[in-house]
């Protein structure tokens, strides 16, 4: 879990407002192979990151990444949901070179 965080927001739709946020990392299995595309990778991990508003006293869920991660490679997939785990967007590693 990281530190809080406090801003301000500014939507494309009503006013700004502060928000303060923070992010919880849980790692949903590793070691699995996993393919993007055609490619084919090992030793992956994958990880869920999910971003929370302090609401009041609680924290609620704002958005959350579903990312997996391939050794020497980097992140291999990242796919974006939101509060009511609606998938928003999906990024898909098209071309990997490592320098």
């Known amino acids: 879990m990281s530190a809080q965080f406090s801003g301000l927001v500014t939507p494309t739709t009503g006013s700004p407002f502060t928000a303060t ?45 579903d990312c997996y991660y391939a050794r020497d490679k980097g992140v291999i997939k990242q796919d974006l949901y939101d509060n009511t785990n609606t998938k928003v967007y999906a990024q898909d590693v098209r071309r990997l070179v490592i320098y």
């Not at 946020?21 to 994958?46: A, H, M």
């Not at 990880?47 to 959350?64: F, N, P």
């Open 21 to 65: 946020l923070r992010w919880e990392f849980t790692i949903v299995q590793k070691d699995v192979n996993f393919t993007v595309g055609s490619t084919s990778y090992t030793n992956v991990i994958q990880v869920k990151q999910e971003l929370k508003q302090q609401i009041g006293t609680s924290w609620a869920l704002a958005a959350w990444f």
